[in-house]
């Protein structure tokens, strides 16, 4: 069992950037894929970037390649999202997940991101 609380969210200027944190409890943090989805209110949940466990294979969305930037601290059991040159369509509510390749199946309860143009 893992539970996963995001952090770091809030309103920002387009152009602007922004780092959520996703603290993991339990020791086997770094057993696990981290992953990290968004969802717009109306909208299906959608993958932004994932993390493998050693942190040395990531994963982006084409629409935040070269702008976001996910990282891990396996000692700390936390993942991060780094989100640099923020558009206004990336506004969301940002979720933390973890599982494996196949599929995730811890969530947390998310943390909203909020873009103005």
């Known amino acids: 069992q893992v539970q996963l609380v995001e952090s770091g969210g809030g309103l920002v200027q387009a152009g602007g950037s922004l780092r959520l944190s996703c603290a993991a409890s339990?020791?086997?943090?770094?057993?696990?894929?981290m992953g990290w989805f968004r969802r717009t209110p109306g909208q299906n949940r959608t993958f932004v970037a994932s993390?493998?466990?050693?942190?040395?294979?990531?994963t982006y969305a084409n629409s935040v390649k070269g702008r976001f930037t996910v990282s891990r601290d396996n000692a700390e059991n936390t993942v991060y999202l780094q989100m640099d040159n923020l558009k206004p369509e990336d506004t969301a509510r940002y979720y933390c997940?973890?599982?494996?390749?196949?599929?995730?199946?811890?969530w947390g309860q998310g943390t909203q991101v909020t873009v103005s143009a």
């Open positions: 997940a973890a599982g494996y390749p196949s599929a995730f199946y811890y």
């Open positions: 339990g020791r086997t943090f770094s057993s696990y894929v």
């Open positions: 993390i493998n466990e050693n942190g040395g294979s990531t």
